[in-house]
């Protein structure tokens, strides 16, 4: 097995490419097959530059690197179609001297012509093809001594392909069964554009061809193309090794119709590229999932789930995993929904499973940026605390921010309704109760916190809120001792001296 994921450097990579992009790998890896990156650029005024590297940086930030690619190299390159340049005019040639395409020397004013003059029949899908071609410029048209010198004299052309009339292309795919298309609803799509460069078409297929891909595994855009693609492979005698088709379906918006866009994550705030891109407008430039600090492995996991499923119950799936019950066979025809619930569920998922360790290992930017610097054993025990309130690394920082600073709100509600003379001289007294502590262990604050208690007649609820609202501005947050013990003594003397000042002014 040989598949390849073949974006165009256009900008950044879409999240559905990264799910052809996934399913690509993962076939390739269970048949111990091979996955290739092949950048199609041939289209030079959609070029965008650091695109291709954007690519790459997606693909090794989620593990999943192509076997052969650009970067990687392998016998089957270069994997740029701009520098294989040079061997896809020789093709389109073959398909003329063969009959199976024409030169066409229309030009864009003759083009438009044509589209006006249909339109006011009141055909308004005007296309190039077998009901228009031999009304145009073209060598089916002219006598061959004509096309002869008009090339000779340098004109401009196209090589069109000649699709044939009254025919029925089959396709078979493995995603969506038996495919009919109708050949004379194809155009006569061009195959050598005026520059002598090839349309994504003319060199998809060569390079498919030499590359030795066995299975073209891509959006469910390309599936209309797939006629033109066929014809091709038979035009060109190679369609013995023509690879097999399986197209995915489309990833919808997460509510109403039609496909995700990158709008749909401005509108509902969530990212729906893999990594940021900081294009010159403003509006080129966006969040990626790895910035709003998602896991990888997370992010995988849910893109596996965005139009396959395993037809079990169960949910998480690791790469390895993903790779040995993954199949085409259970792709879906119909378009997939991007719930971000979903995703934000699977990433908290892997954050739970995760060590501290790697945890810290993926704060450590965040950290450094805030300039919180604290000693490993502290942010180990802090992590500890914090990550099961998290979904995301970020999240850790925000809502564990106290840890590190001061507190900077305090909630106010609790205040009023907990804050009075008792609670005060509750929280006063218990303070004596803390300082006679020789060691500040969670364990020995939680036993001497439990006698103090017992001893004064007074419940949890006489004097943790407004304790807990010292320490971190609420009644939320981790375990009230393990907190106390990691801030340290002093830090809890002050922090309690603090509250009790500004409660008074509060109330
Ligand atoms: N270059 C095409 C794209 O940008 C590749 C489509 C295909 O896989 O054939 O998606």
Redesign the pocket.
């Known amino acids: 097995m040989r598949v390849?994921f073949?974006?165009?450097p256009t900008g950044a990579l879409h999240i559905g490419?990264i799910r052809t992009a996934l399913y690509n790998y993962l076939l390739a890896k269970k048949q111990k097959g091979t996955f290739i990156l092949r950048i199609?650029d041939t289209d030079r005024t959609r070029f965008v530059p650091g695109a291709e590297e954007y690519i790459l940086e997606a693909l090794n930030w989620l593990g999943i690197s192509p076997d052969e690619g650009p970067q990687q190299g392998g016998e089957f390159g270069p994997y740029r179609q701009s520098e294989r340049k040079g061997m896809y005019a020789q093709y389109a040639m073959q398909l003329v001297e063969n009959g199976h395409a024409y030169y066409a020397f229309d030009t864009p004013e003759e083009l438009n012509e044509m589209r006006e003059r249909l339109k006011k029949e009141g055909n308004h899908m005007a296309r190039y093809d077998q009901s228009t071609r031999m009304n145009m410029k073209n060598s089916l048209t002219m006598s061959s001594k004509e096309v002869k010198a008009w090339l000779d004299a340098g004109k401009p052309y196209t090589i069109r392909i000649k699709i044939p009339e009254n025919e029925e292309v089959v396709i078979q795919d493995i995603v969506r069964g038996e495919v009919i298309f109708q050949s004379n609803e194809l155009d006569d799509k061009v195959m050598l554009k005026t520059d002598g460069m090839p349309t994504?078409h003319m060199a998809?297929i060569v390079d498919d061809h030499f590359m030795k891909i066995t299975h073209?595994i891509?959006?469910e855009e390309?599936l209309s193309s797939t006629a033109h693609h066929k014809y091709l492979y038979k035009f060109l005698d190679w369609e013995d090794t023509m690879p097999q088709f399986a197209h995915l379906p489309l990833i919808l918006k997460p509510v109403g119709s039609g496909k995700l866009s990158k709008r749909d994550g401005k509108k509902f705030g969530f990212p729906v590229f893999p990594l940021s891109w900081n294009a010159d407008t403003e509006e080129e430039s966006f969040t990626g999932f790895r910035e709003a600090g998602y896991i990888p492995e997370a992010l995988l996991n849910f893109l596996a789930f965005l139009g396959w499923n395993p037809g079990t119950e169960q949910e998480m799936y690791s790469l390895e995993n993903l790779i040995e019950d993954f199949s085409l066979e259970r792709v879906n025809k119909s378009g997939a929904r991007f719930d971000i619930d979903k995703i934000k569920w699977f990433n908290q998922q892997y954050l739970h499973a995760q060590s501290n360790e790697e945890i810290l290992l993926a704060l450590r930017p965040l950290l450094k940026e805030k300039a919180w610097a604290q000693e490993d054993k502290f942010l180990l025990s802090f992590i500890d605390l914090m990550k099961e309130r998290a979904s995301f690394y970020p999240d850790i920082l925000e809502k564990g921010y106290y840890f590190f600073e001061d507190v900077k709100e305090y909630d106010e509600k609790t205040i009023r309704k907990k804050w009075n003379e008792s609670s005060k001289a509750a929280l006063l007294d218990y303070q004596k109760v803390l300082l006679g502590l020789d060691t500040f262990s969670a364990s020995t604050i939680e036993e001497s916190t439990k006698s103090y208690l017992e001893e004064k007649g007074l419940r949890f609820g006489d004097l943790f809120p407004m304790l807990r609202v010292c320490l971190s501005g609420s009644t939320k947050g981790p375990s009230v001792f393990e907190m106390m013990s990691l801030f340290g003594k002093e830090k809890v003397m002050k922090r309690i001296e603090t509250g009790v000042g500004k409660f008074s002014v509060l109330i």
């Open positions: 390849r073949a974006p165009s490419g199609e994504y998809n073209v891509r959006g390309w």
